[in-house]
Structures are given as C-alpha cells and as structure tokens.
C-alpha cells in the first residue's frame, strides 16, 4: 500500500464501524425516506496546492450524488449508511485535470480496498446521473452496486443478485473505456461472486438475518445463527483470507456474543475463537464461564 497502511487501516475501520452502527440505530423496514445516507471523506495531503483547492468540494459533490439518488425501489429494506474515502494523488496531463486514488468503500458488513483508481475531473464538474459514461460515477456506482447487493443478500441468499449484474455492467463500462486503469481488479471482484465458497457465504447470511429479524423467539434465533456459525467456519476452512466472511465477523461478532451468552453452550464461541483468535479474550471469557 502506497497510501500510509496504518492510514488506510484506521480510515476502513471507521468507516466500517460508522456504517454498522447507523445499520443497527435504524430499526425495521419501511417507507422512511431516504433508505442510503454516505458519509464522504477526501484526503488531498499528495495533491499540488491548485488542485487542492480545485478538489475542495469533491467530497460534497460525491455525498450530494449518492444521497440524491434512487438506489433501491424496494421499501423492505432497511436504511444503511455506507462510507467512501479517497486518498487522491495528481496525475498530470496537458489536457485536462486527471487523478489517481486509492479508495475505501463501506457498507454495514462489508469494505473494498482499492488503490488502482483514476479518472478525470475538472473544476466546477458535478457527478450526477447521465447516459454517457462519466470514468468517476462509474467508479462509484460500481462499489455502491456491489454494497446493495450484498446488504440485499440479508433478505435472500439470491435477493442482490441484479445489483450484482448492475456491478458487472459498471465494470464492463470502465473496462472498455479510456480509464480502464484499476477495471481488472475490480473484474477480479465480480468473477470471484461466482466462486462456490461466495455462493456459501451468501447462503450463511440468509440464514443468520433470518435468525436475527424474521423470529422474536430465542431459541429460534440461537437455531438459524448457530447454522449461520457452521456455515462460517466451512467457508473459512475452504478459503481463510476470504475478506467478506473477515468483513462479517468483524461488524457481527458482538451480536452473536449477545445472541449466546446466556446459555450454558460453548459451540459458538469454541468456532468464533477459531475463526477470530485476535479476540480470544472475548471468547475465552465465556467458554471458561461454562
């Protein structure tokens, strides 16, 4: 990583711990108005003095796009908050103002680290919905297909698959554009949801929501997350870097403590330990307890 990791570390837990809490403030479903809010952060610390001041608005033209449009027709779902960072550097051409950037994209259980952006961008441009292909909104609109698709994911193992085919075609777009620096990691992202491990994933979080949301009764509860848990610790047998489970047990852990505290079983905090060492204090705290 170019951009500081620590940084980069610190800004994606923030963003990811931002995103969790407004998910867990909202409550249930409905008509509430606006379903997705973003908070936008832009660090211009690599950019030469004239382009920061060109850029100072950026972040607020990013937010205002987001907040602004319509991403989800379905009133089910619940309102998210979502994170965007950019750590923009110059990238200097005689034509016009481009920039390189690593980025952070969060939703409430999932991040992306990208550090292969570039697009242009001029003074006094604004990002908003349009049938040309603009390199910057594409770029935003593919993270933000990928978050509502997995966020959808929550109400059916298959419930994000057409925002995950809006993803795919914002790849295609940029991959066959004049920027299409940084679109094979991004296609790398969308080839992987085809993998069997991710189509278990996306089965796991069907049955921990389910257990979560659709049953007020406890054991009921500890039933689907208890299935939710196995299901986990197989992916992770397969495939122990796989960041999206890595994602879940981070913005999940303290939930699923809650869910099993009370009871004298010690399988779930015997797998979390397995899967999450770097909080065996958390763990161990209950299976010593029984």
């Known amino acids: 990583m170019r951009v500081s990791s620590k940084l980069c570390l610190l800004a994606a837990l923030t963003l990811f711990v931002c995103a969790r809490t407004t998910q867990a403030a909202s409550g249930g479903a409905g008509k509430r108005g606006r379903i997705i809010t973003a908070k936008v952060t832009v660090i211009v610390d690599k950019l030469p003095q004239e382009k ?24 089910f779902v619940r309102p998210f908050e979502v994170g965007f960072q950019f750590f923009l550097e110059d990238n200097p051409s005689g034509i016009e103002d481009r920039y390189k950037c690593s980025l952070i994209a969060a939703g409430p259980d999932i991040q992306y680290y990208d550090k292969r952006a570039l697009f242009p961008f001029q003074e006094g441009e604004t990002i908003q919905e349009s049938a040309a292909y603009v390199p910057v909104r594409g770029l935003i609109d593919f993270y933000m297909f990928m978050i509502i698709a997995n966020e959808l994911d929550k109400y059916g193992a298959s419930a994000g698959d057409n925002y995950f085919a809006k993803a795919r075609g914002a790849m295609q777009e940029g991959k066959y554009s004049l920027f299409a620096y940084g679109w094979d990691i991004r296609e790398d992202l969308i080839t992987a949801l085809a993998s069997e491990n991710y189509k278990k994933f996306r089965e796991m979080k069907d049955y921990f ?36 489970a890595k994602n879940f047990i981070d913005a999940h852990y303290q939930e699923i403590v809650e869910i099993f505290k009370q009871t004298k079983d010690t399988t779930p905090f015997e797998i979390l330990l397995k899967l999450d060492p770097d909080r065996k204090a958390v763990y161990n705290e209950y299976i010593e307890a029984n």
């Open 209 to 244: 929501f389910y257990g979560l949301w659709s049953t007020d009764e406890a054991a009921q509860t500890r039933h689907y997350v208890m299935e939710a848990l196995k299901r986990l610790e197989e992916i992770l047998k397969e495939d122990k870097d796989q960041l999206a």
């Open 52 to 75: 920061k001041t060109r850029m100072a608005n950026f972040a607020e033209k990013v937010q205002s796009y987001i907040n602004n449009r319509k991403w989800i027709e379905d009133d």
